[in-house]
T-cell receptor
């Protein structure tokens, strides 16, 4: 099972870069790494997905080392509106364990 | 034009009652899911349907029964509600199995 481990919480000031790391030591060869963001009273929202090396989109970057046993979500210049819970999800097949989210990382951004 | 919509948003009911939550997606996706998020924010999958066929059925009491009349709908019926069923239930869809998930805004179920 590709269980994931993330820090429970992180704090940041507005304008800083935030890096959230997820450990997934048992990641399988065909597994992808996906990050979601959840605001209070809303469903999670897709941020970014990757398989290896680096992926970048308009909101974030995802860094995956060669061994793929961890990944780092990088949020450039966070704002107050980035305060949310961030989930790392590792999976590929249609097995339930790989579609269950961990407890996520609660990011608090302040002025 | 909400992509994944679920109703109702709030549901307050007594123990022992039977209730349903409806979910519809207008994204043309083949796969739909039900998730349960408890008070500790742990988001756990309950069921998944692909093209109206049940593909994931987690360790969920058989009081919970999903029904998919067509690819765009996945409803959740719960019989004999218990206090422990209180949670937020999220519907989600994806283009295919293991593609990115699109979530509804959730249904807050409170069992009294």
């Amino acid at each position: 099972l590709a269980k994931t481990t993330q820090p429970i919480s992180m704090d940041s000031y507005e304008g800083q870069e935030v890096n959230i790391t997820c450990s997934h030591n048992n990641i399988a060869t065909n597994d992808y790494i996906t990050w979601y963001q959840q605001f209070p009273s809303q469903g999670p929202r897709f941020i970014i997905q990757g398989y290896k090396t680096k992926v970048t989109n308009e909101v974030a970057s995802l860094f995956i080392p060669a061994d793929r046993k961890s990944s780092t979500l990088s949020l450039p210049r966070v704002s107050l509106s980035d305060t949310a819970v961030y989930y790392c999800l590792v999976g590929n097949t249609g097995t339930a364990s790989k579609l269950t989210f961990g407890t996520g990382t609660r990011l608090q951004v302040t002025l | 034009d909400t992509a994944v919509s679920q109703t109702p948003k709030y549901l307050v009911t007594q123990m022992g009652n039977d209730k349903s939550i409806k979910c519809e997606q207008n994204l043309g996706h083949d796969t739909m899911y039900w998730y349960k998020q408890d008070s500790k924010k742990f988001l756990k999958i309950m069921f998944s349907y692909n093209n109206k066929e049940l593909i994931i059925n987690e360790t969920v009491p058989n009081r919970f029964s999903p029904k998919s009349p067509d690819k765009a709908h996945l409803n959740l019926h719960i019989n004999s509600l218990e206090l422990g069923d209180s949670a937020v239930y999220f519907c989600a869809s994806s283009r295919g199995i293991n593609e990115k998930l699109f979530f509804g805004s959730g249904t807050q179920l409170s069992v009294l």
